[in-house]
């Protein structure tokens, strides 16, 4: 069972908003940077936010990411139908009994 | 183009051993702190290991401390997975990944599949 909690479904129509939550404790999103990533099913998980809220370069800037106490939030703005994936946040953990790095239980996108 | 490609997965039967690798190419393995992480059929993923890029700090989730090593060979550049006393739960999609600034892992291996079962 994961230690960061997601909501484990959310949906809009295409060009909507979505709002991904992310939410953990002081041991891990007290004292650390989080990552976010996009799965399509069947393949590999994709990069999208690092330290928080920056994107890689190959990232558009309709993903953002923010982090406030011990949540952390993924928005996806223009909502498109190439971004129905599953998506997972991940931090590292100084509470070594959780596993040092941790990601959250997942979350899936569904375009209306 | 920086790539891994993870290879070496297969049906083995409970208590069975296997050694997993992962083949960098595009930048130098060595260069970078590295992972494996696991994502059982319909579940999410879960991370599994740790080298520095010094290659002298190892780190593992409970899960599979004592069972599984991680190892590297610089002259390969290769990372590698050795999983042994293997369970039924292990049955997973195994990816290598690479971390980046923040703890992020920026690129992705495009996994292989262990099959744990009788």
């Known amino acids: 069972q994961s230690v960061l909690t997601q909501p484990p479904s959310v949906s809009a129509a295409p060009g909507q908003k979505v709002t991904i939550s992310c939410s953990g404790s002081s041991s891990n999103f007290g004292n650390s940077y989080v990552s976010w990533y996009q799965q399509v099913p069947g393949t590999a998980p994709k990069l999208l936010i690092f330290?928080?809220?920056k994107r890689p370069s190959w990232i558009p800037d309709r993903f953002s990411g923010s982090k406030s106490g011990t949540s952390a939030t993924l928005d996806i703005t223009g909502l498109q139908t190439g971004d129905e994936a599953d998506y997972y946040c991940?931090?590292?953990?100084?509470?070594?009994?959780?596993?040092?790095?941790?990601f959250g239980s997942g979350t899936k996108v569904t375009v209306l | 183009e920086v790539q891994l490609v993870e290879s070496g997965g297969a049906l083995i039967q409970p208590g069975g051993s296997l050694r997993l690798s992962c083949a960098a190419s595009?930048?130098?393995?060595?260069?970078?702190?590295m992972d494996w992480v696991r994502q059982a059929p319909g579940k999410g993923l879960e991370w599994l290991s740790y080298m520095s890029s010094g290659g002298n700090t190892k780190y593992y989730a409970d899960s599979v401390k004592g069972r599984f090593t991680i190892s590297r060979d610089n002259t390969k550049n290769s990372l590698y997975l050795q999983l042994n006393s293997l369970r039924a739960e292990d049955t997973a999609v195994y990816y290598c990944?690479?971390?980046?600034?923040?703890?992020?892992?920026?690129?992705w291996g495009q996994g292989t599949l262990v099959t744990v079962s009788s």
């Open positions: 991940g931090t590292w953990d100084s509470n070594l009994s959780s596993g040092l790095y941790i």
């Open positions: 330290e928080t809220n």
């Open positions: 990944a690479r971390e980046s600034n923040g703890y992020a892992f920026d690129y």
């Open positions: 595009g930048f130098t393995l060595s260069s970078y702190e």
